[in-house]
Protein backbone atom coordinates (compact mmCIF):
# COMPACT_ATOMS: atom_id res chain seq x y z
CA UNK A 1 0.00 0.00 0.00
CA UNK A 2 1.00 3.66 -0.82
CA UNK A 3 2.32 5.42 2.27
CA UNK A 4 -0.33 7.44 4.07
CA UNK A 5 0.49 11.06 4.20
CA UNK A 6 0.75 12.71 7.63
CA UNK A 7 -0.94 16.44 7.54
CA UNK A 8 -0.83 19.08 10.01
CA UNK A 9 -2.66 23.09 10.16
CA UNK A 10 0.33 25.05 10.90
CA UNK A 11 -1.37 27.98 12.84
CA UNK A 12 -0.29 30.75 15.55
CA UNK A 13 -2.09 32.16 18.24
CA UNK A 14 -1.29 36.20 16.18
CA UNK A 15 -3.35 38.13 13.94
CA UNK A 16 -0.44 37.20 11.16
CA UNK A 17 1.80 33.78 11.12
CA UNK A 18 3.70 32.74 7.94
CA UNK A 19 2.28 35.75 5.74
CA UNK A 20 2.17 39.32 6.96
CA UNK A 21 -1.00 41.10 6.06
CA UNK A 22 -3.40 38.02 5.14
CA UNK A 23 -5.16 39.39 8.06
CA UNK A 24 -6.54 42.59 6.37
CA UNK A 25 -8.50 40.11 3.71
CA UNK A 26 -12.15 40.89 3.68
CA UNK A 27 -13.16 36.71 4.44
CA UNK A 28 -9.97 36.21 7.14
CA UNK A 29 -11.02 36.10 10.56
CA UNK A 30 -7.66 35.79 11.52
CA UNK A 31 -8.14 38.91 14.25
CA UNK A 32 -10.53 36.68 16.16
CA UNK A 33 -7.83 34.58 17.59
CA UNK A 34 -8.15 36.31 21.10
CA UNK A 35 -11.27 33.94 21.11
CA UNK A 36 -12.39 30.29 22.00
CA UNK A 37 -14.61 30.03 19.22
CA UNK A 38 -12.12 30.49 16.61
CA UNK A 39 -9.91 27.62 17.72
CA UNK A 40 -12.12 25.30 18.24
CA UNK A 41 -13.57 26.01 14.21
CA UNK A 42 -10.11 25.81 13.47
CA UNK A 43 -10.01 22.44 15.57
CA UNK A 44 -13.50 20.81 14.36
CA UNK A 45 -12.46 21.33 10.71
CA UNK A 46 -8.88 19.96 11.17
CA UNK A 47 -10.80 16.70 12.98
CA UNK A 48 -13.45 16.65 10.05
CA UNK A 49 -10.20 16.49 7.70
CA UNK A 50 -8.63 13.65 9.57
CA UNK A 51 -5.17 15.62 10.20
CA UNK A 52 -3.05 14.62 12.63
CA UNK A 53 -2.87 18.06 14.49
CA UNK A 54 -2.70 21.22 14.58
CA UNK A 55 0.71 22.47 15.02
CA UNK A 56 0.98 25.46 17.17
CA UNK A 57 3.87 27.77 16.35
CA UNK A 58 5.26 30.16 18.84
CA UNK A 59 7.60 33.33 19.56
CA UNK A 60 8.00 34.33 22.85
CA UNK A 61 9.17 37.85 21.89
CA UNK A 62 9.19 40.18 19.03
CA UNK A 63 10.83 40.55 15.84
CA UNK A 64 13.05 44.00 16.32
CA UNK A 65 15.50 43.36 13.74
CA UNK A 66 14.36 44.84 10.77
CA UNK A 67 14.90 48.86 10.69
CA UNK A 68 16.15 48.28 14.52
CA UNK A 69 13.10 48.31 15.48
CA UNK A 70 9.41 47.03 16.00
CA UNK A 71 7.40 49.63 14.06
CA UNK A 72 7.15 47.22 11.01
CA UNK A 73 6.38 44.41 13.40
CA UNK A 74 3.44 45.98 14.95
CA UNK A 75 1.97 47.94 11.97
CA UNK A 76 1.68 44.49 10.00
CA UNK A 77 0.97 42.19 12.94
CA UNK A 78 4.04 40.15 12.20
CA UNK A 79 3.06 37.80 15.30
CA UNK A 80 3.16 40.64 17.27
CA UNK A 81 0.69 40.96 19.32
CA UNK A 82 1.20 37.13 20.08
CA UNK A 83 -0.47 35.27 22.87
CA UNK A 84 0.19 32.04 24.54
CA UNK A 85 -0.81 28.61 22.56
CA UNK A 86 -1.37 26.27 25.49
CA UNK A 87 -4.17 28.03 26.45
CA UNK A 88 -6.14 27.42 23.49
CA UNK A 89 -5.68 23.90 23.33
CA UNK A 90 -7.92 22.64 26.22
CA UNK A 91 -11.24 24.21 24.17
CA UNK A 92 -10.01 22.61 21.01
CA UNK A 93 -9.16 18.91 22.93
CA UNK A 94 -12.89 19.11 24.44
CA UNK A 95 -14.74 19.95 21.05
CA UNK A 96 -12.83 17.38 19.12
CA UNK A 97 -11.60 13.07 20.06
CA UNK A 98 -8.88 12.80 17.96
CA UNK A 99 -7.08 15.39 16.92
CA UNK A 100 -3.46 16.19 18.47
CA UNK A 101 -1.85 19.58 19.20
CA UNK A 102 1.71 20.05 19.14
CA UNK A 103 2.33 23.36 21.20
CA UNK A 104 5.31 25.07 20.72
CA UNK A 105 7.33 26.30 24.08
CA UNK A 106 10.89 27.61 24.38
CA UNK A 107 13.11 26.10 27.52
CA UNK A 108 15.41 28.60 27.74
CA UNK A 109 12.97 31.01 29.76
CA UNK A 110 11.23 27.98 31.77
CA UNK A 111 12.41 25.01 34.27
CA UNK A 112 11.86 21.95 34.47
CA UNK A 113 10.46 21.27 37.35
CA UNK A 114 7.62 23.66 36.25
CA UNK A 115 7.25 22.80 33.38
CA UNK A 116 7.21 19.06 33.33
CA UNK A 117 3.66 19.84 35.73
CA UNK A 118 1.79 21.45 33.20
CA UNK A 119 2.48 19.39 30.11
CA UNK A 120 1.39 16.18 32.15
CA UNK A 121 -1.42 18.48 32.96
CA UNK A 122 -2.11 19.34 29.26
CA UNK A 123 -1.36 15.53 28.47
CA UNK A 124 -4.13 14.63 30.78
CA UNK A 125 -6.42 17.51 29.95
CA UNK A 126 -6.21 16.16 25.82
CA UNK A 127 -6.42 12.44 27.30
CA UNK A 128 -3.10 12.19 25.85
CA UNK A 129 -3.01 14.31 22.45
CA UNK A 130 -0.48 16.78 23.66
CA UNK A 131 2.84 17.32 21.68
CA UNK A 132 6.03 19.63 22.36
CA UNK A 133 7.75 21.73 19.76
CA UNK A 134 11.17 22.08 21.46
CA UNK A 135 12.02 25.13 20.70
CA UNK A 136 15.40 27.45 22.56
CA UNK A 137 14.91 30.98 21.74
CA UNK A 138 17.24 32.90 19.45
CA UNK A 139 15.81 36.59 19.79
CA UNK A 140 17.41 39.26 21.34
CA UNK A 141 14.46 41.33 22.16
CA UNK A 142 13.41 37.80 24.67
CA UNK A 143 16.91 37.93 26.42
CA UNK A 144 16.40 41.52 27.44
CA UNK A 145 12.60 41.00 28.15
CA UNK A 146 13.56 37.85 30.65
CA UNK A 147 16.32 40.38 32.52
CA UNK A 148 19.17 39.01 30.77
CA UNK A 149 21.55 40.79 28.27
CA UNK A 150 21.97 38.23 25.11
CA UNK A 151 20.25 34.91 24.21
CA UNK A 152 22.66 32.22 24.19
CA UNK A 153 24.80 31.64 21.55
CA UNK A 154 23.53 28.83 18.87
CA UNK A 155 25.03 25.89 19.70
CA UNK A 156 25.18 26.50 23.64
CA UNK A 157 21.26 26.76 23.11
CA UNK A 158 20.96 22.98 22.53
CA UNK A 159 23.72 22.43 25.10
CA UNK A 160 20.92 23.80 27.30
CA UNK A 161 18.85 22.00 25.68
CA UNK A 162 19.88 18.27 26.19
CA UNK A 163 20.01 19.20 29.87
CA UNK A 164 16.66 20.47 29.95
CA UNK A 165 15.32 17.14 28.09
CA UNK A 166 17.42 14.86 30.55
CA UNK A 167 15.57 16.78 33.55
CA UNK A 168 12.71 16.75 32.03
CA UNK A 169 12.94 12.64 31.28
CA UNK A 170 13.96 11.88 34.98
CA UNK A 171 10.27 13.91 35.55
CA UNK A 172 7.88 12.47 33.33
CA UNK A 173 9.38 9.42 32.97
CA UNK A 174 10.74 7.90 36.25
CA UNK A 175 9.53 10.18 39.21
CA UNK A 176 6.22 7.73 39.30
CA UNK A 177 6.39 4.35 38.95
CA UNK A 178 3.38 2.32 37.17
CA UNK A 179 0.63 1.33 39.15
CA UNK A 180 1.86 4.09 42.12
CA UNK A 181 -1.74 5.88 41.70
CA UNK A 182 -4.40 3.33 43.66
CA UNK A 183 -6.94 5.78 43.90
CA UNK A 184 -8.13 2.91 46.51
CA UNK A 185 -11.53 4.04 48.05
CA UNK A 186 -11.54 1.78 50.83
CA UNK A 187 -10.63 2.81 54.33
CA UNK A 188 -7.18 2.94 55.40
CA UNK A 189 -6.05 2.49 51.69
CA UNK A 190 -3.67 4.86 49.56
CA UNK A 191 -4.48 7.58 47.04
CA UNK A 192 -0.79 7.01 46.06
CA UNK A 193 1.39 4.64 47.18
CA UNK A 194 4.36 6.47 48.16
CA UNK A 195 6.77 3.45 47.73
CA UNK A 196 6.21 3.97 43.89
CA UNK A 197 7.38 7.29 43.85
CA UNK A 198 10.61 8.67 43.11
CA UNK A 199 12.94 11.61 44.10
CA UNK A 200 14.75 13.05 41.19
CA UNK A 201 17.87 14.36 41.59
CA UNK A 202 19.67 16.74 38.44
CA UNK A 203 22.63 18.18 38.80
CA UNK A 204 23.05 19.96 35.10
CA UNK A 205 25.21 22.43 33.83
CA UNK A 206 22.49 24.54 32.75
CA UNK A 207 19.37 23.23 35.43
CA UNK A 208 19.26 21.86 38.66
CA UNK A 209 16.50 20.17 40.35
CA UNK A 210 15.57 17.96 43.30
CA UNK A 211 12.11 17.07 44.17
CA UNK A 212 9.07 14.81 42.64
CA UNK A 213 6.57 15.13 39.02
CA UNK A 214 4.08 17.25 40.57
CA UNK A 215 1.35 15.73 38.11
CA UNK A 216 0.77 12.26 37.95
CA UNK A 217 1.89 10.31 34.67
CA UNK A 218 -0.29 11.16 31.56
CA UNK A 219 -1.73 8.84 29.65
CA UNK A 220 1.62 9.04 27.59
CA UNK A 221 4.11 10.09 29.91
CA UNK A 222 6.08 12.40 28.03
CA UNK A 223 4.43 14.29 25.28
CA UNK A 224 4.88 13.62 21.78
CA UNK A 225 7.74 15.33 20.65
CA UNK A 226 8.00 17.98 18.01
CA UNK A 227 11.67 19.81 16.95
CA UNK A 228 12.02 22.32 14.09
CA UNK A 229 15.76 23.05 13.77
CA UNK A 230 17.52 22.29 10.82
CA UNK A 231 21.11 23.26 11.14
CA UNK A 232 23.71 20.73 11.15
CA UNK A 233 23.58 20.69 15.69
CA UNK A 234 20.03 21.07 14.90
CA UNK A 235 19.80 18.09 13.01
CA UNK A 236 21.39 16.33 15.45
CA UNK A 237 19.38 17.32 18.39
CA UNK A 238 16.39 16.24 16.25
CA UNK A 239 17.24 13.04 15.32
CA UNK A 240 18.37 12.29 18.95
CA UNK A 241 15.31 13.57 20.59
CA UNK A 242 12.19 14.21 17.73
CA UNK A 243 9.24 12.19 16.83
CA UNK A 244 8.40 14.65 14.56
CA UNK A 245 10.47 17.15 12.60
CA UNK A 246 8.81 20.03 10.63
CA UNK A 247 11.08 20.65 7.74
CA UNK A 248 11.47 23.52 5.03
CA UNK A 249 13.11 23.47 1.83
CA UNK A 250 12.81 25.26 -1.70
CA UNK A 251 13.49 22.44 -3.83
CA UNK A 252 12.90 18.49 -3.58
CA UNK A 253 17.05 18.22 -3.34
CA UNK A 254 17.19 20.30 -0.53
CA UNK A 255 14.55 18.74 1.35
CA UNK A 256 15.19 15.43 0.31
CA UNK A 257 19.12 16.06 1.73
CA UNK A 258 17.35 17.42 4.75
CA UNK A 259 15.17 14.29 5.34
CA UNK A 260 18.27 12.25 4.93
CA UNK A 261 20.58 13.98 7.35
CA UNK A 262 17.69 13.47 10.23
CA UNK A 263 17.06 10.14 9.93
CA UNK A 264 20.99 9.43 9.78
CA UNK A 265 20.68 11.37 12.96
CA UNK A 266 17.78 9.31 14.11
CA UNK A 267 19.96 5.96 13.35
CA UNK A 268 23.27 7.33 14.96
CA UNK A 269 21.34 7.91 17.57
CA UNK A 270 20.12 4.02 18.49
CA UNK A 271 16.94 4.92 17.02
CA UNK A 272 15.28 3.73 13.60
CA UNK A 273 15.29 5.89 10.55
CA UNK A 274 12.05 5.81 11.00
CA UNK A 275 11.10 6.40 14.55
CA UNK A 276 10.68 10.44 13.09
CA UNK A 277 8.07 11.73 11.00
CA UNK A 278 9.29 14.58 8.92
CA UNK A 279 6.71 17.54 7.72
CA UNK A 280 7.11 19.99 5.31
CA UNK A 281 6.06 23.37 5.45
CA UNK A 282 3.65 24.54 2.68
CA UNK A 283 1.75 26.76 0.99
CA UNK A 284 -1.29 25.46 -0.77
CA UNK A 285 -4.17 27.21 -2.33
CA UNK A 286 -6.65 24.84 -3.60
CA UNK A 287 -10.79 25.69 -5.85
CA UNK A 288 -12.48 23.35 -7.84
CA UNK A 289 -11.02 24.81 -10.91
CA UNK A 290 -6.95 25.18 -11.90
CA UNK A 291 -8.39 29.12 -13.05
CA UNK A 292 -10.15 29.67 -10.06
CA UNK A 293 -7.29 28.52 -7.63
CA UNK A 294 -5.44 31.07 -10.10
CA UNK A 295 -7.47 33.77 -9.22
CA UNK A 296 -7.61 33.01 -5.10
CA UNK A 297 -3.92 32.95 -5.36
CA UNK A 298 -3.41 36.89 -7.22
CA UNK A 299 -6.61 37.88 -5.06
CA UNK A 300 -4.42 37.02 -1.93
CA UNK A 301 -1.44 38.48 -3.03
CA UNK A 302 -3.14 41.78 -2.90
CA UNK A 303 -3.02 41.86 0.99
CA UNK A 304 0.62 40.68 1.49
CA UNK A 305 2.54 43.54 3.84
CA UNK A 306 6.04 43.76 2.18
CA UNK A 307 7.41 45.55 5.03
CA UNK A 308 5.66 42.72 7.45
CA UNK A 309 7.24 39.96 5.56
CA UNK A 310 10.59 41.40 5.36
CA UNK A 311 10.35 41.92 9.29
CA UNK A 312 9.46 38.22 9.95
CA UNK A 313 12.71 37.63 7.22
CA UNK A 314 14.94 39.53 9.46
CA UNK A 315 13.48 38.01 12.20
CA UNK A 316 14.20 34.78 11.45
CA UNK A 317 17.79 35.27 9.63
CA UNK A 318 19.22 38.19 11.87
CA UNK A 319 19.65 40.14 9.00
CA UNK A 320 18.14 43.87 8.45
CA UNK A 321 16.80 44.03 5.00
CA UNK A 322 16.03 47.44 5.72
CA UNK A 323 19.84 48.22 4.69
CA UNK A 324 19.51 45.95 1.38
CA UNK A 325 17.71 47.13 -1.54
CA UNK A 326 14.70 45.02 -2.59
CA UNK A 327 16.68 43.69 -5.59
CA UNK A 328 20.23 43.09 -3.82
CA UNK A 329 20.90 39.53 -3.92
CA UNK A 330 21.00 37.86 0.11
CA UNK A 331 24.38 37.17 0.94
CA UNK A 332 25.04 33.88 3.41
CA UNK A 333 26.01 35.67 7.15
CA UNK A 334 26.69 33.00 9.97
CA UNK A 335 24.24 34.67 12.66
CA UNK A 336 22.70 33.76 16.01
CA UNK A 337 19.65 33.60 14.90
CA UNK A 338 17.82 30.44 12.70
CA UNK A 339 20.75 29.41 10.60
CA UNK A 340 18.66 27.16 8.33
CA UNK A 341 16.46 29.78 6.92
CA UNK A 342 19.73 31.72 6.03
CA UNK A 343 21.40 28.49 4.34
CA UNK A 344 18.15 28.04 2.38
CA UNK A 345 17.59 31.43 1.39
CA UNK A 346 20.68 31.98 0.20
CA UNK A 347 22.50 28.76 -0.66
CA UNK A 348 19.69 27.37 -2.76
CA UNK A 349 20.50 25.79 -6.73
CA UNK A 350 19.70 28.84 -9.24
CA UNK A 351 19.96 32.39 -9.41
CA UNK A 352 20.44 34.47 -6.32
CA UNK A 353 17.53 35.54 -4.31
CA UNK A 354 16.34 38.57 -3.42
CA UNK A 355 14.41 40.80 -0.73
CA UNK A 356 11.99 41.35 -3.03
CA UNK A 357 12.04 37.76 -4.19
CA UNK A 358 11.00 37.07 -0.31
CA UNK A 359 7.95 38.82 0.11
CA UNK A 360 6.31 37.04 -3.76
CA UNK A 361 3.54 35.27 -3.02
CA UNK A 362 4.60 32.44 -5.19
CA UNK A 363 7.27 29.23 -4.58
CA UNK A 364 10.23 31.52 -4.22
CA UNK A 365 8.65 33.48 -1.32
CA UNK A 366 7.04 30.42 0.15
CA UNK A 367 10.32 29.22 1.68
CA UNK A 368 8.84 25.55 0.51
CA UNK A 369 6.29 24.02 -1.85
CA UNK A 370 3.68 26.47 -3.19
CA UNK A 371 1.32 24.81 -4.30
CA UNK A 372 -2.19 26.41 -6.60
CA UNK A 373 -4.91 24.32 -8.75
CA UNK A 374 -7.35 21.97 -8.62
CA UNK A 375 -7.65 18.58 -6.34
CA UNK A 376 -5.77 16.60 -8.23
CA UNK A 377 -3.43 19.38 -9.66
CA UNK A 378 -2.48 19.95 -5.74
CA UNK A 379 -2.80 15.97 -5.04
CA UNK A 380 -0.40 15.45 -7.59
CA UNK A 381 2.33 17.91 -6.21
CA UNK A 382 2.06 16.85 -3.21
CA UNK A 383 2.63 12.94 -3.40
CA UNK A 384 5.25 14.34 -5.49
CA UNK A 385 7.08 16.03 -2.94
CA UNK A 386 6.82 13.16 -0.63
CA UNK A 387 7.83 10.26 -2.94
CA UNK A 388 10.80 12.66 -4.35
CA UNK A 389 12.09 13.85 -1.17
CA UNK A 390 11.16 11.30 1.52
CA UNK A 391 8.85 13.47 3.95
CA UNK A 392 6.23 11.56 5.41
CA UNK A 393 3.85 14.95 5.05
CA UNK A 394 3.28 18.99 5.16
CA UNK A 395 2.26 21.38 7.69
CA UNK A 396 0.21 23.52 5.71
CA UNK A 397 0.54 27.36 6.21
CA UNK A 398 -1.66 29.41 7.83
CA UNK A 399 -3.92 31.72 4.93
CA UNK A 400 -6.94 33.13 4.85
CA UNK A 401 -8.89 31.83 7.88
CA UNK A 402 -11.13 29.66 7.65
CA UNK A 403 -11.54 29.04 3.68
CA UNK A 404 -7.97 27.76 2.92
CA UNK A 405 -8.46 24.99 5.18
CA UNK A 406 -11.91 24.27 4.47
CA UNK A 407 -11.10 24.30 1.12
CA UNK A 408 -8.21 21.82 1.51
CA UNK A 409 -10.74 19.69 3.79
CA UNK A 410 -13.31 19.81 1.38
CA UNK A 411 -11.56 19.09 -1.81
CA UNK A 412 -8.04 17.56 -1.37
CA UNK A 413 -8.40 15.26 1.54
CA UNK A 414 -10.93 13.15 -0.74
CA UNK A 415 -8.63 13.42 -3.61
CA UNK A 416 -5.74 12.11 -1.58
CA UNK A 417 -8.29 9.22 0.01
CA UNK A 418 -9.20 8.35 -3.90
CA UNK A 419 -5.88 7.79 -4.37
CA UNK A 420 -5.27 5.76 -1.20
CA UNK A 421 -2.41 7.91 -0.17
CA UNK A 422 -4.45 9.27 3.26
CA UNK A 423 -6.59 7.76 6.03
CA UNK A 424 -9.83 7.47 6.08
CA UNK A 425 -10.28 7.01 9.50
CA UNK A 426 -8.37 7.56 12.98
CA UNK A 427 -6.81 4.82 14.85
CA UNK A 428 -7.62 4.31 18.17
CA UNK A 429 -5.35 5.79 21.13
CA UNK A 430 -3.20 8.61 22.83
CA UNK A 431 -1.17 11.02 19.56
CA UNK A 432 1.89 8.44 19.75
CA UNK A 433 0.04 5.25 19.05
CA UNK A 434 -2.39 7.22 16.12
CA UNK A 435 1.33 8.68 14.66
CA UNK A 436 2.95 5.16 14.79
CA UNK A 437 0.75 2.36 14.01
CA UNK A 438 1.42 -0.39 16.62
CA UNK A 439 3.03 1.22 19.53
CA UNK A 440 2.43 1.79 22.59
CA UNK A 441 1.42 5.28 23.95
CA UNK A 442 5.09 5.82 25.90
CA UNK A 443 8.33 6.63 24.25
CA UNK A 444 9.91 3.92 21.57
CA UNK A 445 12.26 1.68 23.89
CA UNK A 446 15.16 3.18 21.57
CA UNK A 447 14.41 6.32 22.56
CA UNK A 448 16.83 8.66 24.80
CA UNK A 449 13.94 9.41 27.01
CA UNK A 450 12.61 6.15 28.03
CA UNK A 451 15.68 4.69 29.65
CA UNK A 452 14.32 6.96 32.40
CA UNK A 453 11.16 5.04 33.16
CA UNK A 454 10.22 3.56 35.94
CA UNK A 455 9.05 0.37 36.22
Known sequence: MSQHIHLNAFHMNTPAHSWAGLWRHPRDRSVEHRSLDYWVDLAVTAERGLFDGV????????????????DATLFAGSQAPSHDPMLTVPAMAHA???????VTANLTYEHPYQFTRRFSTLDHLTGGRAGWNVVTGYLESTARGMGQTQAREHDARYAAGEDFLEAAYKLWEGSWAEGAVRRDRRAGQPYTDPTRIRRVVHNGPYYQVDGFNLADPSPQRTPVLYQAGASGRGKAFAGKHAECVFLEGQTPAIVAQAA????????DAGRGAHDVLLYLGATVIVAPTSAEARDLQAEYAQYVDVQGQLALL???TGIDFSKLDLDQPIEYVKSNALQSTVENLTRRAGRPITPRDMTRFDQTGGRGPFIVGDPREVADQLIAWVDETGVDGFNLRRLVVPETLQGFVDLVVPELQNRG???????????REKLFAGRGPYLEASHPGAQYRAL
Open 96 to 102: TKHLGFG
Open 314 to 316: SGW
Open 421 to 431: RYRTEYAPGTL
Open 55 to 70: FLADVFGIYDVYGGGV
Open 260 to 267: RDIRQHAV
